[in-house]
């Protein structure tokens, strides 16, 4: 199996997309949604992969089981025969090696996920930790198919319509940056979403300028003040196309003005795995 060459994102460094103060050009506003259309795709591959690999888990056990079964069904058969059969003890040698092979082949997947389920689950509870009541109330920290979900409340980061950050969202953002600097491997990518509610602003076309302005403030926020590694952080928006809830009332809406940093570690030494993954002589199990 080829390798995929996997990591997600070490895309360029959040978009210079439009200063807090300023008019948006078309021109960086474009760059930053080509980078944030980028990520996304890598994103869902990575996803895609994910689950191809827990496939491939189950199917190894699977494989791991029938092996056994076959294993089984032989030794009974050569039992019966008093072992007479020099060609059946060859089989038998052969099936061995496979189930010792494929043991040792799901024995290293296993620990390889739970290696880095473990830390990202250190790293969500380093996180939530480290905030306090308060501030729990407007940021969520969710563990996804291996990725850490961190969604802010638009309230708490902006004032309505802006993208400017909030003075009382700097303590929340250097927490936050403390857990991105601790681990130092993961990408991150921040993604500003939006309600369907229409904007008309001089310098914002529309909820996709938003929400990609929201995303860049706090990547540059995490990397001019906190001191984030710009080669790590992406930033795009989604507009209004990303909702968790119904635009139709209040609280809804609420709800669905968010921003997200998603952080994801790299999957090189599940490639690694996958390609190293042992051969199988099917003929074996069928003499």
Request: proline fraction near 3%.
């Given at each position: 199996m080829?390798?995929s060459?996997f990591?997600?994102l070490?895309?360029a460094?959040?978009?210079?997309?439009?200063?807090?103060?300023?008019?948006?050009?078309?021109?960086?506003?474009?760059?930053?949604?080509a980078?944030y259309n980028?990520?996304?795709?890598?994103?869902a591959?990575?996803?895609?992969k994910?689950?191809?690999l827990e496939?491939?888990l189950d199917?190894a056990?699977?494989?791991?089981?029938?092996?056994?079964?076959?294993?089984?069904a032989?030794?009974?058969?050569?039992?019966?025969s008093l072992?007479?059969?020099?060609?059946?003890n060859?089989?038998?040698?052969?099936?061995?090696d496979?189930i010792?092979?494929?043991?040792?082949?799901i024995?290293?997947?296993?620990?390889?996920?739970?290696k880095s389920d473990?830390?990202l689950?250190?790293?969500s509870?380093?996180?939530?930790r480290s905030?306090d009541?308060?501030?729990?109330?407007?940021?969520d920290?969710?563990?996804l198919?291996?990725v850490?979900?961190?969604?802010?409340a638009d309230?708490?980061?902006?004032?309505?319509?802006?993208?400017?950050?909030s003075p009382n969202?700097?303590?929340?953002?250097?927490?936050i940056?403390?857990?991105?600097?601790d681990y130092k491997n993961?990408?991150v990518l921040v993604?500003?979403?939006?309600d369907?509610?229409?904007?008309?602003?001089?310098n914002?076309?529309?909820?996709?300028?938003?929400?990609?302005?929201?995303a860049?403030?706090?990547?540059?926020?995490?990397?001019n003040k906190?001191g984030?590694?710009?080669?790590?952080?992406t930033a795009?928006?989604r507009?209004?196309y990303?909702?968790?809830?119904?635009?139709?009332?209040?609280?809804?809406r609420?709800?669905?003005?968010?921003?997200?940093?998603i952080?994801?570690?790299?999957?090189d030494?599940?490639m690694?795995?996958?390609?190293?993954?042992?051969?199988?002589?099917?003929s074996?199990a069928?003499?």
């Open positions: 080829k390798k060459g990591l997600i070490a895309l460094a959040a978009a210079s997309a439009a200063s807090l103060s300023g008019c948006v050009s078309h021109k960086k506003y474009n760059l930053l949604q980078d980028a990520s996304q795709i890598a994103l591959e990575r996803n895609t994910i689950e191809s496939k491939m199917g056990k699977n494989a791991n089981q029938e092996l056994r079964s076959n294993y089984a032989l030794q009974k058969s050569l039992d019966q072992l007479t059969n020099q060609s059946g060859v089989n038998i040698s052969k099936l061995v496979e010792n092979s494929s043991n040792n082949y024995k290293q997947l296993v620990a390889a996920k739970s473990s830390l689950m250190v790293l509870t380093n996180l939530t905030l009541s308060s501030e729990l109330k407007d940021v920290v969710k563990v198919k291996g850490v979900y961190i969604s802010l309230n708490m980061l902006f004032k309505s319509g802006s993208y400017e950050i969202a700097m303590d929340i953002l250097d927490k940056a403390k857990i991105i600097k993961y990408s993604e500003g979403n939006t369907n509610v229409p904007i008309n602003r001089p914002i076309r529309n909820n996709w300028d938003l929400s990609t302005l929201r860049s403030s706090v990547v540059q926020v995490l990397q906190f984030v590694d710009p080669s790590r952080l795009g928006g507009g209004e990303n909702p968790v809830a119904s635009n139709d009332t209040p609280e809804g609420q709800l669905n003005r968010r921003t997200q940093i952080i994801t570690p790299s999957l030494q599940f690694d795995l996958i390609d190293k993954a042992p051969d199988t002589d099917d074996t069928t003499k």
